[in-house]
């Protein structure tokens, strides 16, 4: 067992100087712009403030164009931020952002990602969370790193943070559904919102997605080597989120937002592969080299950048008993709670609590890749990740120059990771070619401050 502790201290002091307002936008000379309704206003440095006073924003997605363009995936958000990349692959646990080139592996399980996640105040330090945060958002806000001083040790890269809505003063009741042709992909969302009582707020939303996948898989199974013939679209899965959102405002100096989220994802099929380029075509080379073992290549296979793929399932007789019948395929089920708390020490002065649980299961079996009719072996992955957070922090509005903000942040964690890549018997191999298991407990500890002067 590995274990892990780091402490960060970081302090800033910052002369900002006022940048010219928006028109219809009013300002003072206080910790905060005061801002007019068209201005939009960002988080970024733990306090409320317009755009146009904070250039470490790459770009915000409000809530109107989040609706009007239909962003429900990662993917979707890259369309609108210059710079920020999304990649994803086999065995990863999550997905692999990058933003102005500034990005890590998500293949090693104890390495923390360069570009971090943050979901209604709570820090995630790898990217299978982006899913659950998808839907029923109310702002989007893509951060220039670093920032460690506001987001802690894994934000060299940057930040993306993602602010979920809030229930209203009104009952809400709103539904939708969106079809994709090519993937054959259907999503519906639903939303209950309004108010309970004069204080207190209740919003539940819920999103549940199914697909046959967009690739057409071409695979040619040779069952005498230990491979299953696969489905003939690759990527079928279905995927169920849901949240639920209570805030208590009884106008007094007291507020709290409670967040709870469950998500619970399959995709079967693996990660596809395309050949793009065969320079001496597909004929099967190895019986010239001496391996007396059939072709590799699917008959259909173009070398193409296209639609059409070819990857094959797993005889589990064949891998000494490996998971999900020998199909390939990624389940990752999630849940996780912030609850964030406010209090109003004084005139201008605020302290603020947030805490954070979150727990991750992720499964999942691959082949060997560019082999499309049989495979040497199957790579089989478990993953656990287990976090609670901890923010406190005390912030001043006044209406004068000076301001500050302080604060502290606990991290307590363990990872678990269990690989085991099994061997082909049909082929001469053992059951388990190599099998490992990685254990961490990682706790982390900072403090940060902040004074703002504007002149």
């Given at each position: 067992?590995?274990?892990?502790?780091?402490?960060?201290?970081a302090?800033?002091?910052m002369?900002?100087a006022?940048s010219?307002p928006?028109i219809?936008q009013e300002t003072?000379s206080g910790?905060?712009a005061r801002?007019?309704?068209g201005?939009?206003i960002?988080t970024?440095?733990?306090?409320?403030?317009s755009?146009?006073?904070?250039?470490?924003?790459a770009?915000?997605l409000?809530?109107?164009?989040?609706?009007?363009n239909?962003v429900?995936?990662?993917?979707d958000?890259t369309?609108f931020?210059?710079?920020?990349?999304?990649?994803q692959?086999v065995l990863e646990?999550?997905?692999?952002v990058s933003i102005?080139?500034?990005?890590?592996t998500s293949?090693d399980?104890?390495?923390?990602?360069?570009v971090?996640?943050?979901?209604?105040?709570m820090q995630?330090?790898q990217?299978s969370?982006?899913?659950?945060?998808?839907?029923?958002?109310?702002?989007?806000?893509?951060l220039?790193g670093?920032?460690?001083l506001f987001?802690?040790?894994?934000?060299?890269?940057g930040?993306?943070?993602?602010?979920?809505?809030d229930?209203?003063?009104?009952?809400?009741?709103?539904?939708?559904?969106?079809?994709e042709v090519k993937?054959?992909?259907?999503?519906t969302e639903?939303?209950l919102?309004?108010?309970?009582?004069?204080?207190l707020?209740?919003?539940?939303?819920?999103?549940y997605?199914?697909t046959?996948?967009?690739?057409?898989?071409?695979?040619v199974?040779n069952?005498?080597?230990g491979?299953?013939q696969p489905r003939s679209?690759?990527?079928?899965?279905?995927?169920?989120?849901?949240?639920g959102t209570?805030?208590?405002?009884?106008?007094?100096?007291?507020?709290?937002r409670?967040?709870?989220n469950?998500?619970?994802?399959?995709t079967?099929g693996g990660?596809?592969?395309?050949?793009?380029?065969c320079?001496?075509?597909?004929?099967h080379y190895?019986?010239s080299?001496?391996?007396?073992?059939?072709?590799?290549?699917?008959p259909?296979?173009?070398?193409q950048?296209?639609?059409d793929?070819?990857v094959?399932?797993?005889?589990?007789?064949?891998?000494?008993?490996?998971s999900?019948?020998?199909k390939?395929y990624?389940?990752?089920k999630q849940f996780?709670?912030t609850?964030?708390?406010n209090?109003?020490?004084s005139?201008?002065?605020?302290?603020t609590?947030?805490?954070?649980?979150?727990?991750?299961?992720?499964r999942?079996?691959?082949?060997?890749?560019?082999l499309?009719?049989y495979s040497?072996?199957?790579a089989?992955k478990?993953?656990?990740?287990k976090?609670?957070?901890?923010?406190?922090?005390v912030?001043?509005?006044?209406d004068t120059p000076?301001?500050?903000?302080a604060?502290?942040?606990?991290q307590?964690?363990?990872?678990?990771d269990?690989g085991?890549l099994?061997g082909?018997?049909a082929?001469?191999?053992p059951?388990?070619?190599?099998?490992?298991t990685?254990?961490?407990d990682i706790e982390s500890i900072?403090?940060?401050g902040?004074?703002?002067?504007k002149?």
């Amino acid at each position: 067992m590995r274990r892990t502790k780091s402490l960060l201290i970081a302090t800033t002091a910052m002369l900002v100087a006022t940048s010219t307002p928006a028109i219809g936008q009013e300002t003072s000379s206080g910790g905060e712009a005061r801002n007019a309704p068209g201005d939009i206003i960002v988080t970024a440095r733990k306090r409320q403030e317009s755009i146009l006073e904070v250039p470490v924003v790459a770009n915000v997605l409000t809530q109107d164009t989040i609706s009007q363009n239909q962003v429900i995936s990662l993917q979707d958000i890259t369309q609108f931020t210059p710079g920020f990349v999304l990649g994803q692959s086999v065995l990863e646990n999550g997905a692999q952002v990058s933003i102005r080139g500034i990005g890590t592996t998500s293949l090693d399980p104890g390495i923390d990602q360069s570009v971090s996640l943050n979901i209604d105040g709570m820090q995630f330090t790898q990217g299978s969370a982006y899913s659950v945060g998808l839907f029923d958002m109310a702002q989007v806000e893509v951060l220039k790193g670093p920032q460690a001083l506001f987001f802690g040790k894994n934000s060299p890269g940057g930040v993306v943070s993602i602010r979920t809505a809030d229930p209203g003063n009104e009952l809400e009741v709103m539904g939708s559904v969106a079809y994709e042709v090519k993937a054959r992909t259907m999503r519906t969302e639903a939303v209950l919102s309004g108010p309970v009582t004069n204080s207190l707020g209740l919003r539940l939303a819920g999103a549940y997605q199914t697909t046959d996948g967009y690739f057409r898989n071409n695979a040619v199974a040779n069952t005498a080597l230990g491979a299953q013939q696969p489905r003939s679209r690759l990527g079928e899965g279905q995927g169920l989120f849901l949240r639920g959102t209570a805030v208590f405002d009884a106008g007094g100096p007291f507020t709290a937002r409670l967040k709870v989220n469950y998500a619970n994802e399959y995709t079967e099929g693996g990660g596809p592969f395309q050949y793009k380029s065969c320079p001496e075509g597909t004929s099967h080379y190895l019986p010239s080299i001496g391996i007396a073992l059939p072709t590799f290549f699917s008959p259909q296979e173009d070398c193409q950048v296209d639609r059409d793929t070819a990857v094959i399932y797993l005889d589990p007789a064949a891998y000494g008993g490996v998971s999900n019948s020998g199909k390939l395929y990624s389940r990752v089920k999630q849940f996780f709670t912030t609850l964030e708390m406010n209090y109003d020490l004084s005139a201008g002065v605020t302290a603020t609590s947030v805490t954070g649980y979150y727990n991750l299961k992720n499964r999942s079996l691959t082949a060997g890749t560019l082999l499309q009719t049989y495979s040497p072996f199957g790579a089989d992955k478990r993953y656990d990740r287990k976090d609670f957070t901890q923010e406190l922090r005390v912030s001043s509005d006044f209406d004068t120059p000076l301001n500050f903000l302080a604060g502290a942040f606990y991290q307590k964690g363990d990872v678990f990771d269990l690989g085991r890549l099994a061997g082909n018997t049909a082929l001469g191999f053992p059951t388990s070619l190599a099998i490992g298991t990685f254990d961490m407990d990682i706790e982390s500890i900072s403090g940060f401050g902040q004074i703002l002067y504007k002149i």
